[in-house]
Nanobody, 122 residues
Framework: VQLQASGGGLVQAGGSLRLSCAAS????????MGWFRQTPGKEREFVAA????????YYADSVKGRFTISRSTAENAVYLQMNSLKPEDTAEYYC????????????????WGQGTLVTVSS
């Protein structure tokens, strides 16, 4: 099982980026796909998640109203649309899959993609 994240880059504050994560191997309705981010010296933090089967979405307070997570069951992929980006959103972003349901802790996710760097300049 592999997750392949892409879409990071350099953007000015107020701008937008769309991250993509393509999954190999089947994603089941009970799975949860999530996005996390990490900056040097800090713990990986929850950003957003989506229940694969029903599509319910969950967000960290810091991104609510600015970021939107979505999934495509046909493409076996998850996306993170990031609008109104702020310098504090600068981080390495990771997609992940939990086979054990919704969890806001990165340690609960079994499958991880490589990170994609998002840099927001002020």
């Amino acid at each position: 099982v592999q997750l392949q994240a892409s879409g990071g880059g350099l953007v000015q504050a107020g701008g937008s980026l769309r991250l993509s994560c393509a999954a190999s191997g089947r994603t089941y309705s009970s799975h949860v796909m999530g996005w996390f981010r990490q900056t040097p010296g800090k713990e990986r933090e929850f950003v957003a998640a989506v229940r694969w089967g029903v599509g319910n979405t969950y967000y960290a307070d810091s991104v609510k109203g600015r970021f939107t997570i979505s999934r495509s069951t046909a493409e076996n992929a998850v996306y993170l649309q990031m609008n109104s980006l702020k310098p504090e959103d600068t981080a390495e972003y990771y997609c992940a899959r939990s086979r054990s349901g919704l969890n806001y802790k990165h340690t609960a996710y079994e499958d991880w993609g490589q990170g994609t760097l998002v840099t927001v300049s002020s």
